[in-house]
């Protein structure tokens, strides 16, 4: 197997913490892991808010690319990671080498991440956007939505350390057509048991990409956390 480096750019509510497990397999396989968390999650919290921009998300990222120097990377996005990593592929272009959604959306041309993503009633309650542009989180429901074969120890450390969605990344129109002009190749990760992106939606969105390579893990949506060995599998399947 070709050693990769991975830069893997977590979804809303989350950090670099949850690819804790997936970083730990992939390195002990040979490769090279980052695992970069966006202002105002995880341990940089404290940095950001519900005003934090969109283009804040894409510099966090390309500003880890650039200073690390890394080079031929293969960028993944989880969930709403999915909204960011074609905005860095096209701003730092020539240090990536594959670009792979793990249970991701793939969003349209001015479509936005709730557009692209039909609520079912349970998300609808744990995500609401408010008029006011604040998004409500009920980090409990949310937990429980992202990981149905999870353990309580799981979805407990999952819990104390989900935080809001950010609005920005809520209602940035997606480019998907300037990123596909790229012509960088581009993978998808199924989650055969995901209650946030169902299979249907989600083998949707893989068609989207164009000859994406695509494989399936039998997990819910934070697969990266209850499926590790599973995800490397299925991450180094599509990025080969």
């Known amino acids: 197997m070709t050693r990769r480096t991975f830069v893997l750019v977590h979804g809303g509510g989350h950090g670099g913490w949850c690819w804790q497990r997936l970083a730990r397999e992939l390195r002990a396989r040979g490769h090279d892991v980052w695992t970069p968390t966006l202002t105002g999650f995880g341990e940089r919290a404290h940095l950001g808010g519900p005003q934090t921009p969109f283009a804040t998300f894409v510099t966090d990222i390309t500003a880890v690319l650039r200073y690390e120097d890394l080079r031929d990377v293969v960028l993944v996005g989880h969930s709403m990671g999915g909204v960011v990593v074609p905005r860095v ?17 793939v969003a349209g041309d001015g479509e936005t991440l709730i557009q692209a993503v039909p609520q079912t009633p349970e998300v609808a309650r744990a995500v609401t956007l408010e008029p006011d542009g604040t998004a409500r989180t009920d980090h409990r429901l949310m937990t429980e939505i992202l990981m149905p074969e999870g353990t309580d120890a799981d979805r407990a450390w999952v819990l104390e350390r989900h935080r809001a969605y950010p609005p920005a990344a809520l209602v940035e129109p997606g480019r998907l057509s300037a990123f596909l002009a790229l012509g960088i190749p581009t993978g998808y990760v199924v989650a055969t048991e995901d209650a946030a992106i169902p299979p249907p939606l989600a083998r949707r969105f893989a068609a989207r990409l164009k000859n994406a390579g695509t494989a399936e893990v039998r997990a819910g949506h934070d697969l990266m956390i209850t499926r590790p060995g599973e995800t490397a599998d299925a991450l180094e399947a599509v990025s080969a």
Not at 90 to 102: K, Q, S
């Open 89 to 105: 592929a096209e701003a730092a272009t020539d240090r990536v080498a594959g670009v792979v959604f793990l249970a991701a959306v």
